[in-house]
């Protein structure tokens, strides 16, 4: 497990832009996937992003591409969602989350695949 810190979470308009960053800390971080799960309002935690460490593949719910962008810079043990056209229904907690383990070889794409969690940043998107 690492240690994980988002920020960039905030208040914006429709049409409007954010970006969103994470630190890990407690080493270098060596899992497989870095991703960006979100919990709106009276919703369940849903995957938005994803980022394999390794190759920097990406994965990105269908409500978001196109518009989200994920990236990561493996030496600064960072991860980034560059979120563009924010839309009403992009209001939500944002959470940074890793896999951890070295021997997962695909994508992590689902919350029981993570064992590492931020605190959650508040992003809300007004119409």
């Known amino acids: 497990q690492v240690q994980l810190v988002e920020s960039g979470g905030g208040l914006v308009q429709a049409g409007g832009s954010l970006r969103l960053s994470c630190a890990a800390s407690g080493g270098f971080f060596s899992g497989s996937t870095m991703g960006w799960f979100r919990q709106a309002p009276g919703k369940e935690r849903d995957i938005v992003a994803a980022v394999r460490w390794s190759d920097g593949s990406t994965y990105y719910a269908d409500s978001v591409k196109g518009r989200f962008t994920i990236s990561r810079e493996r030496a600064n043990n960072a991860m980034y969602l560059q979120m563009n056209s924010l839309k009403p229904e992009d209001t939500a907690v944002y959470y940074c989350?890793?896999?951890?383990?070295?021997?997962?070889?695909?994508?992590?794409?689902?919350?029981?695949?993570?064992?590492?969690w931020g605190q959650g940043t508040q992003v809300t998107v007004s119409s």
């Open positions: 989350a890793a896999d951890s383990v070295t021997w997962r070889f695909a994508m992590a794409l689902h919350e029981r695949d993570y064992d590492s």
